[in-house]
C-alpha cells in the first residue's frame, strides 16, 4: 500500500504522480465493510489498471433523514486488511468535514433516470451519489471507476452523469456476487438475524421465479411483476418497498419487455425484510428478441 489518507490534498497529489509516471489508475468507490462484493470490483480493477484507489467513505447527504447513517456498519481496520491483501495502492478514507466545508451548496443532479425505483422512496438518495462520486472522480482522477451492479440504478445513474458531463473516465459495471444460497452480498445484511437472513431468500427466489416467465416467453412487464410479488408476498417476514421493469437505457417504465430501446431491460426490487431494506435485480438483455 503507497498511501492511506483521510486528507484530499495529499491523495490527489498521489494520483497525480502516478499519472506523471504514465500508470493507469482504476477507482473503486465504497462505503466501507468490505465484503467480496467490494472485492471483485477490486480485483477487476486491478486487472486492468496498473494502480488501484479505493475510497471508504459513508456519505451522508445521500441518506435520507430517516435512514441508517449512523447505524451503518464500519470497520477500518478490516477494511484496509482486505484492501492490502487485494493489492490495492491507496485508500481514501476522509471524514465528512474534510468533503463538505460548512458551506457547502452545489450539487450534481440529474432529470432522469433518478425518478423511478429507488429515487421514489428515497427522493435525495441520487443527488447524494452523484455529487460525492463527481467530487471523488475530481479528486482521484482515475481511468476507470468500478461500480457493481448491484446497484443497477447507481450504475446507470453513474454512467449518464460521466457520460452528459463529459466526463474523462471510463465507468466499469461489475456482476453481483452472492452468498451460496442466492442472498446478494451487502453490508446491510449484518443488521439481519438468523431468521430475517433465511427471510431475505425471498429476493433472489421471487427473482428466479420472474425470470422463468420470461425464459417461458412472457414479454408483459405486468405479468412478470405480479409473480414476482406474489412470491414476496409468500415470505411473512417481506414488506414490498417496489417492485419495477424499467428500460435500463433510461430507467423509464415498460410495458412490453420487446419495445426496450437499447433490448435491455432492468427488473429490480427492493424489500424490507423486518426493518432492513434490500435491493437485488437482474436484466435481461433480449437484443434481437
Ligand atoms: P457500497 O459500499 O454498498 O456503496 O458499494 C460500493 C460498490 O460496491 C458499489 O458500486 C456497489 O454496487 C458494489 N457492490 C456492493 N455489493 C455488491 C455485490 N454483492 N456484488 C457486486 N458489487 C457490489
Not at 7 to 23: D, M
Not at 159 to 184: Q, W
Not at 241 to 259: C, H, R
Not at 269 to 277: H, L, S, Y
Request: hydrophobic residues 40%.
Amino acid at each position: 500500500m503507497e498511501l492511506i489518507s483521510g486528507k484530499i490534498k495529499e491523495t490527489r497529489e498521489q494520483v497525480k504522480e502516478w499519472k506523471r509516471q504514465g500508470f493507469t489508475v482504476g477507482l473503486v468507490p465504497t462505503m466501507g465493510y468490505l465484503h467480496e462484493g467490494h472485492k471483485s470490483l477490486m480485483e477487476a480493477a486491478k486487472k486492468e489498471n496498473d494502480k488501484v484507489a479505493v475510497s471508504i467513505f459513508v456519505n451522508p447527504i445521500q441518506f435520507g433523514p430517516k435512514e441508517d447513517f449512523a447505524s451503518y456498519p464500519r470497520d477500518f481496520d478490516r477494511d484496509a486488511a482486505l484492501c492490502e491483501s487485494v493489492g490495492v495502492d491507496l485508500i481514501f478514507h476522509p471524514v465528512a468535514g474534510e468533503m463538505y466545508g460548512e458551506d457547502f451548496c452545489t450539487y450534481v443532479d440529474m432529470d432522469g433516470l433518478t425518478k423511478e425505483l429507488c429515487g421514489k422512496s428515497r427522493p435525495t438518495h441520487f443527488r447524494g451519489v452523484q455529487t460525492v462520486v463527481s467530487k471523488l472522480f475530481h479528486i482521484i482522477p482515475a481511468d476507470r471507476a468500478y461500480f457493481g451492479q448491484k446497484d443497477a440504478q447507481q450504475l446507470a445513474v453513474i454512467k449518464r452523469m460521466a457520460r452528459d458531463l463529459s466526463m474523462d473516465i471510463e465507468i466499469v459495471g461489475c456482476p453481483i456476487i452472492r452468498e451460496e444460497d442466492g442472498l446478494a452480498k451487502s453490508s446491510r445484511n449484518t443488521y439481519l438475524n438468523k431468521e430475517e437472513r433465511q427471510a431475505a431468500l425471498v429476493l433472489n427466489r421471487s427473482l428466479a421465479e420472474g425470470k422463468k416467465l420470461i425464459e417461458a416467453g412472457v414479454r408483459d412487464a405486468a405479468q412478470i411483476k405480479q409473480r414476482i410479488e406474489e412470491t414476496i408476498g409468500q415470505e411473512k417476514l417481506a414488506k414490498i418497498d417496489y417492485v419495477e421493469l424499467v428500460d435500463f437505457a433510461d430507467i423509464t417504465p415498460i410495458g412490453n419487455l420487446s419495445k426496450a430501446k437499447e433490448g435491455e431491460v432492468l427488473c429490480a426490487i427492493a424489500v424490507f425484510i423486518g426493518k432492513t431494506r434490500l435491493i437485488d435485480n437482474f436484466i435481461w438483455k433480449g437484443f434481437g428478441d
